[in-house]
């Protein structure tokens, strides 16, 4: 029954979908008003279709209804309901329903948005962006009719489901995937500009505009989507890492560097009206590689961890790929002589400069990693053998990029436009250039030896003495002419040009994240070692204790853990009690780690191995200085985004009641 | 629009090829490098009968079967295989050796009553022997020729015409 | 072009700005980041029974791939088969065995599959040069670019009063934080 209905409620969605971009195309090119509005209707009732589609589902995964082949293979009767409803992005066919409502919501606000009002230009604009976005839900709503369809019934109705993955079976399941998706549909949004500026011929920076904060909030769900996947790996994996270079962690990072490097390229394009066919090509490529991150993982070419089934899924989607990269580069091609531009620039020595380099190291960046992605598939084409491309292929080459990049990301936001005197240079980057070698040099005395780590901290050092020098300049300056206190000059600073001063919290954000990457993947420490009760084993200037094993039942599953005590320099410190999760369905267990964690330093520890009468157990216990900072880098970022982003009037508010609370 | 404009979009062409490739490669048959190679050496204590060692069965085909009590249904489909084809080639002077890894003894015991398993299994502490033979998991076999050489290494449980078609290859060699 | 057209171009250039208001704001600075830093870094400094061999097998098992976790090392992995062969990697690391005979035996046993970094020969050379070749490539074309803009600009230079600049650049200073869309 639900099978049915929701095999038809997609199938009126593909029809509605298909008619909308029909309709504003063809009432484009006639000029009739009458099919362009028609067309937006059918954009929002598409919008309907999808939402309803996603009910049916959730309604079947909720109650359990098992004659779905989809509720049976990611629920059981035992789910918790948070986990029943995150079934939706638990398995291919529903991540494609949830992906494909997302498009259907963003189209649908863009054309709330944007039908009547917006910029001038946006009229031309419109329909082929509706066109295109269209096409794109096109896409997954023939996936899921004809390769992935989530209402597929399943007969017999089976007694019980087969459940989520355990690993998926986290809180954090519920948020990452969804910050994921939300920035991969974002990217479609300038995308679909990008591609209507290109048919149209309206080829200058009207897109730019519009689509600029659509491809700020995008950038920030899929940063935030790659860093709590780094923080759900570390936490749940049980491997004590949060990041191994996998396809699937590819497959996210790769649009994240091309779209970072989009997000400067355009400054200069708003600015100085160059690089229009970089812009263009840099969007596109982001589009392309989300759609590519998602091939990867859904057609199981390459192994990985992640990767679902197989399946028609995958020739779909490369199919659908190699329709984007010929659609668009080849508009590309068409208007190359309209997007001829006049770039002049007053010196090599400018902010210009650096931003070219900047998005020469991301985009070299982003190349490294599609490499190291696909090279084994290049050496089994070509040589017939397999081969591995791993984590210290990637660290090894990627390091000194992003090296480089995190120089230029101290010299970009201060150079000056145009033309660099030695005066300016000398004002911005003398003194934190100082501190930076002066603290090198500190280091070099404590004993840090190694040439990349000093590189890394004498660079994140730079960038942070520019930013900070920057906002006390900044204030200052400003509280010496306006004769506002300090702290007033500071918030009317950050509001005045809150894209600026959004855009280097951010930088700080990185910086933070970065040297908890540093430190913490060259001072990690771990040891390995088997205890019997009451023996304790050394771990830096931690001592863990075994007190026996323990296991109790849980509602899905039974878990069997060990109680540690930990100690630091003699004294008790914290209770660990890494364990084991046993569940029916799966034939070896999940690692349930525990961990003291702290701003500074985790304490991490894993129930590698246990004999069953308790009488001996194998931890492996790490020391992970420092880790915690990516994740507050992680929340700088998202910080220093808001304050880019949030609309105008809504600051002018606070402002305002900042002004009277002083006054 | 001029050629010259039309690479653009045709620089991608190889990238969808190779893409396209994938999908006739099977990212998890990984081949051996051990197939047409000298069998690496073990000796191994066999359950009950005292210590098996390669080396002493030179001149004589042998199977060689990686397997667990834990690795249900591979290992149980195939199980019955083994011990029959040993039973039916063993005048012929074929051999057949279970390695048994990772495993409780009490359940190998057991998964070996279940069977009725007469030729050797044996242990493999520390996964010494499965190392040396490059094992990924459970079950996979080996077949090695009269000359000491391995000459075919199957993943997965065995099917009778191969094990058939393998056990005869290796026979006939001298 | 005048140098007091220069001077403008600094965002951060304000008049009656004083330098060197705190003559050690470097050392103050670098010392405060570094006193972050060291909590993080002096752990590393202390041991347990053995570090140099535990080390030298973590370095060499991260190399290598495990085999029944496609994606992890076998130092990260926590399956029974990479804790063995972490044993095993410890034993041959006693024996006295360097870190290429190692990666060579697991080689012969596994196939070049087993590395996680391709070793630099061959075909796999590609791999490792191509990253540093595009850069370059990229840095030169870069070069290019700019090196013509400027020299366009420099063509069209003449006619640029100072006072008319000076004005561009004030108003390019405002435009530092635009309006929304």
């Known amino acids: ?663 | 629009m001029s050629w010259k404009k039309a690479l653009i979009p045709l620089a991608c062409v190889p990238v969808i090829i190779l893409l396209a490739y994938g999908f006739r490669t099977d990212p998890k048959a990984i081949p051996s490098p051990l197939v047409r190679q000298p069998a690496p050496g073990f000796r191994m204590a066999v359950y009950d009968a005292g210590e098996l060692s390669l080396e002493t069965l030179k001149g004589k085909p042998v199977v060689v079967n990686f397997w667990a009590s834990w690795c249900y249904p591979a290992c149980y489909e195939e199980a019955p295989l083994l011990e029959s084809t040993w039973r039916k080639y063993k005048d012929q002077g074929l051999m057949v050796v279970g390695v048994d890894i990772q495993d409780k003894e009490a359940n190998a015991r057991e998964f070996m009553r279940r069977f009725d398993f007469t030729f050797p299994n044996g242990p493999d502490p520390g996964s010494k022997i499965s190392i040396d033979y490059g094992v990924y998991g459970v079950p996979e076999t080996f077949f090695i020729d009269r000359q000491g050489r391995i000459t075919y290494k199957h993943v997965g449980a065995l099917t009778p015409a191969l094990m058939e078609a393998q056990v005869q290859a290796i026979l006939k060699g001298n | 072009m005048g140098s007091q057209v220069r001077g403008a171009g600094s965002l951060a250039g304000a008049p009656g700005r004083r330098h060197g208001r705190w003559p050690g704001f470097a050392l103050v600075w670098a010392l405060v980041w570094i006193g972050l830093v060291i909590p993080g870094v002096a752990p590393a400094a202390s041991g347990s029974p053995n570090p140099d061999l535990e080390d030298q097998v973590r370095e060499i098992a991260s190399g290598l791939r495990c085999v029944v976790c496609q994606n992890l090392s076998v130092a990260d992995s926590p399956s029974d088969l990479a804790k063995e062969m972490r044993n095993l990697v410890r034993e041959l690391v006693q024996q006295g065995k360097s870190r290429e005979e190692i990666q060579a035996y697991f080689v012969s046993r596994y196939g070049e599959f087993v590395l996680l970094s391709p070793p630099k020969r061959g075909f796999n050379l590609l791999v490792w040069g191509l990253p540093f070749l595009a850069i370059v490539v990229g840095a030169w074309g870069v070069y290019l670019v700019a090196r013509r803009w400027t020299l366009r600009r420099e063509e069209a230079e003449p006619a640029v009063d100072p006072a008319y600049a000076e004005r561009v650049r004030r108003d390019l200073r405002e435009r530092e934080g635009p309006a929304g869309p």
């Open chain 1, 1 to 663: 029954m639900i099978s049915t209905l929701g095999g038809f409620v997609l199938f009126l969605a593909l029809g509605v979908t298909l008619y909308a971009a029909a309709a504003a195309v063809l009432g484009a090119r006639a000029g009739r008003e009458d099919w362009l509005a028609s067309s937006r209707n059918a954009v929002l009732a598409h919008f309907c279709l999808v939402t309803l589609a996603i009910f049916l589902l959730e309604y079947a995964l909720i109650t359990s209804d098992f004659s779905l082949r989809y509720v049976a293979n990611t629920s059981t009767r035992g789910s918790l309901t948070r986990y029943k409803i995150a079934g939706l992005w638990g398995s291919l066919e529903g991540s494609i329903l949830l992906w494909e409502w997302l498009q259907a919501l963003f189209a649908a606000l863009v054309v709330a948005r944007y039908s009547d009002r917006g910029p001038s230009g946006c009229r031309q604009l419109m329909p082929y962006v509706q066109a295109v976005l269209q096409g794109i839900s096109a896409f997954f709503l023939l996936l899921m009719t004809f390769g992935a369809n989530p209402f597929a019934p399943l007969f017999p109705v089976p007694p019980d489901g087969r459940g989520l993955n355990p690993l998926l079976e986290v809180t954090d399941m519920l948020i990452h995937p969804l910050l994921l998706y939300l920035g991969y549909v974002g990217f479609s949004v300038p995308f679909a500009f990008a591609m209507a500026a290109l048919v149209t011929g309206h080829v200058s920076e009207e897109w730019l505009t519009i689509t600029r904060r659509w491809t700020v909030v995008a950038w920030l769900f899929l940063t935030g989507g790659i860093f709590y996947g780094g923080w759900w790996s570390y936490r749940t994996l049980g491997w004590g890492g949060y990041w191994a270079w996998d396809p699937v962690e590819n497959a996210s990072f790769m649009p994240w560097l091309t779209g970072t490097a989009f997000i400067h390229s355009v400054m200069i394009q708003e600015r100085k009206r160059m690089l229009r066919v970089w812009n263009l090509v840099l969007i596109t490529l982001t589009f392309s590689l989300v759609i590519f991150g998602t091939f990867l993982t859904r057609s199981g070419i390459l192994g990985s961890v992640h990767a679902f089934a197989d399946g028609p899924v995958g020739v779909m989607f490369l199919a659908f790929l190699a329709l984007v990269l010929f659609f668009s580069f080849g508009l590309v091609a068409y208007r190359s002589d309209a997007l001829k531009g006049h770039g002049e620039l007053d010196s090599i020595v400018s902010r210009e400069s650096a931003f070219l380099l900047n998005n020469l190291v991301l985009v070299g960046i982003c190349f490294t990693v599609f490499l190291g992605t696909i090279f084994p598939l290049l050496a089994e084409a070509i040589r017939g053998t397999k081969i591995s491309v791993g984590t210290p292929y990637f660290n090894r080459v990627s390091v000194p990029l992003g090296l480089a990049l995190l120089l230029l990301m101290g010299i970009g936001p201060l150079i000056a436009w145009g033309r660099a005197s030695l005066n300016n240079l000398q004002r911005n980057f003398l003194k934190p250039s100082l501190a930076a070698l002066a603290g090198g040099a500190i280091l070099v005395a404590l004993g840090v030896r190694q040439a990349e780590v000093l590189a890394a901290f004498v660079f994140c050092l730079f960038v942070i003495g520019t930013i900070v020098f920057e906002f006390l300049v900044g204030t200052r300056t400003r509280a010496k002419t306006t004769g506002e206190g300090l702290l007033t000059a500071f918030a009317t600073l950050l509001l005045k040009s809150r894209r600026r001063y959004g855009g280097l919290i951010v930088h700080l954000g990185v910086v933070v994240a970065i040297v908890g990457i540093a430190v913490s993947s060259v001072y990690k420490v771990e040891r390995e070692q088997t205890l019997q009760p009451g023996e304790s084993m050394q771990v830096g200037p931690y001592s863990v204790r075994f007190d026996g094993m323990a296991a109790g039942e849980r509602p899905t599953h039974i878990l069997v853990w060990a109680n540690l005590m930990a100690f630091k320099d003699g004294q008790p410190l914290h209770t660990l009690t890494p364990g084991q999760r046993y569940y029916p369905n799966q034939q070896s267990p999940f690692a349930s780690v525990d961990a003291r964690y702290h701003w500074n330093e985790d304490l991490y520890v894993i129930l590698s191995a246990f004999e069953r009468d308790g009488s001996s157990a194998t931890f492996k216990v790490m020391i992970n200085p420092m880790i915690s900072w990516i994740w507050i880098g992680g929340g700088v970022i998202l910080l220093g985004v808001i304050v880019a982003v949030l609309p105008e009037r809504r600051l002018a508010l606070l402002a305002l009641r900042a002004k009277a609370q002083v006054a």
